[in-house]
């Protein structure tokens, strides 16, 4: 059995959903288990993230998948809070030759979201973790990959904060598509 640990704040729910198709994805996957963990605001006092029970969890994964919101051109508030309280794990190197990979959530269709992605992996390398890209196409007919992005998933939905969060269908199935490829790229790394 290999883990998949899905870690991510969602401010609004959209990054929630994503984290969810992403779930769905990685258990297609045989002899998967799949862990998702929601960071929320109660675990910051003083400005600092703290939940040894999560970093134990992470511990024990094979793979890591990173979310987050872009709010203003990065990760959210919440979110960095949580990777900074992550640098305990860096210093151990304890998630080290972990597989990473990330997914972010925007208003609007270039919304500076790759930076947002592009800060996850460079968190991922500095611990010394491997990154899976999402390895399809852009724009694709049934809607794989409509917005484009090697890096990771980006998801894209018109801000409208009177009504509940939804995804986009394309969005979903990227998100789907990519925590299936974590899952197999997990189990190959570890050849099993």
Not at 10 to 36: C, D, R, W
Not at 111 to 124: E, H, M, P, R, V
Not at 170 to 183: N, S
Request: glycine share 12%.
């Amino acid at each position: 059995m290999r883990t998949i640990s899905i870690v991510y704040f969602s401010g609004f729910g959209h990054t929630h959903l994503m984290a969810q198709a992403i779930a769905e994805g990685a258990n297609q996957s045989p002899n998967t288990i799949v862990k998702t963990i929601r960071i929320v605001g109660k675990q910051i006092a003083e400005g600092r993230w703290n939940d040894s029970t999560i970093l134990e969890t992470l511990h024990e994964a094979d793979a890591i998948i990173f979310g987050s919101p872009t709010y203003m051109g990065g990760v959210a508030s919440e979110f960095k809070a949580f990777l900074d309280g992550a640098s305990q794990v860096w210093l151990q190197q304890g998630w080290k030759n972990k597989l990473a990979g990330g997914f972010t959530h925007s208003g609007s269709p270039a919304g500076d979201n790759q930076s947002t992605l592009l800060y996850l992996a460079i968190n991922a390398a500095q611990h010394g973790m491997l990154w899976v890209s999402l390895g399809e196409m852009p724009i694709q007919a049934n809607g794989l990959n409509r917005l484009g992005a090697s890096l990771g998933v980006i998801g894209q939905t018109e801000p409208n904060f009177t009504q509940e969060a939804t995804l986009d269908a394309g969005d979903r199935l990227t998100a789907q598509h990519y925590g299936h490829r974590i899952a197999m790229t997990t189990h190959r790394w570890h050849k099993s």
